[in-house]
């Protein structure tokens, strides 16, 4: 079972000055990730447990979902999580034009800046669009574009049975940044067991950058 299909490993094979695409291997760290939120239905569950174990991920957050819901963006920066930027309207990237995209980063760090007191935030495009001209913005203004090395795949359809067999017979490995997501209780389902796991054989978790290493 391949958890790193070719998009990531042609990424990967970029310098971190345009795209991070694992993060820092010291000390073994591993990255959890969260995409698509804040969701009330479910952010609050993942919180839940991430505090149970004192782990700390990094959210990337949706611009129109911070407005909707500010409450929860406190209680994710107050519990030692970053925040990431994950666009103001989570449109597809694709079709874009270049001034688009950046309103929509743009836009959406100015909404997170009253929480974290940070101007630019790591941003992951919707659905890891990374178009050349993305990539050079980001590099030439030093500006720190993430996607991601392990994707869980807590997206698709396969039951949750399923996803937890996956993250117990392929785990991240140092440095890896995973891909999930809190608008469904899919991955806290499956971390509420194999997190645990993962922290008595050893792992640790931390967040992302804030700017570019």
């Known amino acids: 079972m391949n958890m790193r ?15 991070m695409v694992r993060g820092p291997r010291t000390g073994g760290a591993r990255y959890l990730t969260f995409d698509d939120g804040p969701e009330p239905a479910h952010t609050p569950r993942l919180l839940d447990l991430l505090a149970a174990h ?4 990094t959210f990337f957050l949706i611009g129109e979902k911070v407005e909707r819901h500010p409450a929860l963006v ?7 999580h970053r925040l990431g930027n994950h666009s103001y309207s ?6 874009m034009s270049l001034e688009k995209k950046l309103y929509e980063v743009n836009h959406t760090d100015e909404l997170l800046y009253p929480f974290d007191g940070l101007r630019h935030h790591p941003m992951r495009p919707p659905r ?9 913005y980001f590099a030439t203004h030093r500006r720190l574009l993430v996607h991601w090395s392990y994707d869980s795949l807590d997206y698709q359809e396969a039951s949750e049975e399923a996803l937890l067999a996956r993250l117990r017979t392929m785990p991240p490995q140092p440095g890896d940044i995973v891909l999930m ?16 796991e993962w922290l008595t054989a050893g792992y640790r978790f931390r967040v992302l950058p804030a700017v570019m290493p």
């Open 181 to 196: 997501h809190d608008d469904s209780d899919k991955a806290s389902n499956a971390l509420r067991t194999v997190l645990p």
């Open 5 to 19: 299909p070719k998009k990531q490993q042609l990424l990967g094979l970029l310098p971190e000055s345009l795209v």
């Open 54 to 57: 004192q782990v700390h991920a």
């Open 128 to 136: 890891g669009d990374m178009a050349p001209s993305l990539l050079w």
């Open 74 to 80: 406190e209680r994710i920066v107050a519990e030692g």
């Open 90 to 95: 989570h449109y597809s990237f694709r079709p």
